[in-house]
């Protein structure tokens, strides 16, 4: 019985690493945020910020952050009023009917579709995942996010599964970064995505809105990053000040002692 079990697991293991090895390795980009002193680029955040409001907002929602949170990128109280108002929100009047309202600061970002089965089903029944967590959610969160928005092409001609040519469905993309490489997300960023981008910036080609919207929704999974990294440097000083303070006493107090 015991033989049976580990050679199930070990089956499934050999089958699960099959299937994640026919995706290529993410990229290994460099972001501001990386490491112990690690800082979100403001700038960025903004642009990333415009890239899921034109792009990705249409399919995606971002129901755990609020409103009020897109000062921290940058943004002044009146921006980021503004990036709501563009939303309506139903709001209870005082005569008990449901009326709409223009987004606020206090609200949180307004989904795409009023539920997830009305999502399903605007999108050949699969429903696009929030993306409020989505960098923490993925293994290698930014480099893979990143990659796969910037992996789409056509397929490779010597393309087989068990030995014959394959082919994509109607509705099905290939991306090299997607394991199996067969995604129903059509490529999000093209080279004919508008995105306006501040004149004093880069242009928006779609490595650098790929790059700036996976900065912003790394923002958005961590907005707290920052303030833990400040926190930990601040601990380790204490630790290694208490250390040396340690140290002397314990000189001072056994310096007698043979």
């Known amino acids: 019985m015991r033989l049976a079990i580990a050679a199930g697991l070990a089956l499934a293991t050999l089958s699960a690493a099959a299937y994640a090895a026919e995706a290529d390795k993410p990229k290994s980009e460099s972001w501001s945020f990386d490491g112990v002193f690690g800082r979100y680029d403001r700038a960025q955040l903004q642009r990333g910020l415009k890239v899921y409001t034109t792009v990705c907002a249409s399919c995606h929602g971002l129901r755990q952050v609020h409103y009020r949170n897109l000062v921290e990128v940058g943004l002044t109280p009146s921006e980021a009023k503004a990036v709501a108002a563009q939303k309506e929100v139903d709001e209870i009047a005082d005569d008990g009917q449901i009326k709409k309202r223009k987004a606020d600061l206090k609200d949180r970002f307004v989904s795409p579709f009023p539920n997830v089965q009305a999502a399903a089903a605007a999108n050949n029944n699969k429903a696009p995942p929030d993306l409020s967590l989505i960098v923490k959610a993925r293994e290698n969160g930014a480099n893979y996010l990143y990659s796969l928005l910037t992996g789409y092409g056509a397929p490779p001609a010597d393309w087989k599964e068990d030995g014959k040519p394959k082919k994509l469905d109607t509705g099905q993309h290939y991306n090299k970064y997607f394991p199996g490489h067969v995604i129903a997300m ?30 912003f929704l790394a923002w958005a999974a961590e907005p707290s990053m920052e303030d833990r990294k400040r926190t930990g440097i601040k601990v380790m000083l204490f630790l290694l000040i208490f250390v040396g303070v340690f140290f002397v006493i314990y000189r001072r107090v056994w310096k007698d002692v043979h």
């Open 186 to 215: 059509s490529p999000p960023l093209t080279a004919d995505t508008s995105v306006e981008y501040p004149k004093d910036g880069p242009k928006p080609t779609v490595e650098q809105m790929a790059k700036d919207v996976t900065a």
